[in-house]
């Protein structure tokens, strides 16, 4: 469990914003808050996988897809 013991998974999907399941359109900041809860631990990988049937592939996609978003973030803010 990747989620503090006093926190449900209920709240910590509620907290990120995540939707309940995988019947929704995946947007880019859908996927991208999915990705920032995993990597902050509010939600295990094998959580997501499951809750949003994805395969890790799917997953790394995911990951590179808001790598590159921060990166051009980064970049518009320096000029």
């Known amino acids: ?16 914003g995540l ?4 019947r929704v359109h995946w947007s880019d900041a859908r996927k ?4 920032r809860a995993v990597r902050d631990r509010a939600i295990s ?15 790394e996609q995911w990951e590179n897809e808001f790598d590159g978003l921060l990166v051009k973030s980064d970049t518009l803010e320096k000029a």
């Open 32 to 35: 991208a808050d999915v990705v």
């Open 1 to 16: 469990m990747a989620y503090p013991r006093n926190i449900s998974i209920a709240d910590a999907i509620k907290a990120y």
């Open 45 to 59: 990988f094998p959580e997501a996988r499951k809750r949003y049937l994805l395969s890790r592939t799917e997953f």
């Open 19 to 22: 939707p309940k399941n995988h």
